[in-house]
């Protein structure tokens, strides 16, 4: 996997607005943030998408996000919030290294801007897709 912004940032050789640092996790604040506590959190595993990243990394992060979330909710004062992360670049991925954002909500709007374009799901196709699904995992 080619070097990402990421990477450096994780190797010391860019600063960042650190947060929270474990074995295998890092977090900082958002250089560009979406709202106040705009914060990412990534693993130091290299892996350019979550689909490739290892159980033991995912485990990692998973464990650590309810609790750099409520830290960002209590520093901040937000009570809500999303977490977003972003899988290629046609799914709006700019670092090609696996990140979560934890995004503030604030009653003035600011924050993460949501399309959702629902549709309705075909019974049929429903079935057929979540056995496809079913069957690879
Ligand atoms: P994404 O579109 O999910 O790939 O988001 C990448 C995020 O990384 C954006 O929100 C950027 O503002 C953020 N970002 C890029 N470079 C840096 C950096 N050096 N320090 C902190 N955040 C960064």
Not at 20 to 47: C, M, R, W
Not at 49 to 59: H, I, K, N, V
Not at 121 to 129: E, R, S
């Amino acid at each position: 996997m080619a070097d990402t912004i990421f990477s450096k940032i994780i190797a010391g050789e860019i600063p960042c607005f650190r947060v929270y640092e474990d074995d295998q996790v890092l977090a900082f604040l958002d250089i560009n943030p979406l709202s106040k506590g705009h914060t990412l959190v990534i693993p130091k595993e290299a892996a350019e998408t979550l689909d490739r990243l290892s159980d033991e990394a995912a485990a990692a992060l998973g464990r650590v996000l309810p609790r750099l979330s409520r830290a960002v909710l209590q520093a901040t004062g937000a009570t809500a919030f999303n977490i977003l992360q972003n899988n290629g670049a046609t799914a709006h991925q700019a670092v090609m290294h696996v990140h979560f954002h934890i995004i503030p909500k604030y009653a003035d709007g600011s924050g993460l801007g949501i399309g959702w374009p629902a549709r309705t799901l075909n019974a049929d196709d429903g079935a057929a897709l979540a056995a496809a699904i079913a069957g690879r995992l």
